[in-house]
């Protein structure tokens, strides 16, 4: 599993729209041999056809697809997004932290999720994700929760 390895994290990304963060996010786990290209268009069809339902929290979105979709191996990208985008979410708007997902079955998919929401719901961490000046202060804080 490639949980946020610093290959897969990038800060103040700049996107105009939601499918381009998205695309973004997605293109993170292909560099990273994680998935195929074509998986960060099949999040962006899953947008488009289901709309924001993975934007769960204020300033956080989750864009994932199925693993038929392109993933080689479970693995969580980040990009933290220079200027917060608008995905559509009547609550949630803007998002600014975008985690892409590939999980390669049913089970990793629910384990990434569930490492992820650990690591969200310590106190602080989501501002500590918003204001990190770099990717090492991510890990730092990545690896303070796992202990």
């Given at each position: 599993m490639?949980?946020?390895?610093?290959?897969?994290?990038?800060l103040d990304v700049e996107a105009e729209t939601a499918e381009e963060?998205?695309?973004?996010?997605?293109?993170?786990?292909?560099?990273?041999?994680?998935?195929?290209?074509?998986?960060?268009?099949?999040?962006?069809?899953?947008?488009r056809e289901?709309?924001?339902?993975?934007?769960?929290a204020p300033h956080i979105a989750l864009p994932h697809a199925r693993a038929e979709d392109g993933v080689k191996e479970a693995s969580v990208s980040l990009i933290r997004?220079?200027?917060?985008?608008?995905?559509?979410?009547?609550?949630?708007?803007?998002?600014?932290?975008?985690?892409?997902?590939?999980?390669?079955?049913?089970?990793?998919?629910?384990?990434?999720?569930?490492?992820l929401t650990t690591l969200l719901s310590s106190p602080g961490s989501i501002e500590q994700f918003m204001?990190?000046?770099?990717?090492e202060t991510i890990q730092q804080l990545i690896r303070g929760n796992e202990q």
């Open positions: 490639k949980f946020l390895e610093p290959s897969l994290i990038a963060a998205i695309r973004l996010a997605g293109e993170l786990l292909a560099k990273a041999g994680a998935a195929e290209e074509r998986y960060a268009d099949a999040m962006v069809k899953s947008y289901r709309g924001p339902y993975f934007v769960l997004l220079k200027k917060p985008v608008v995905f559509g979410h009547a609550a949630n708007d803007p998002v600014q932290l975008v985690f892409a997902l590939g999980g390669s079955s049913s089970s990793e998919h629910i384990a990434m999720l569930r490492k204001h990190a000046t770099d990717v």
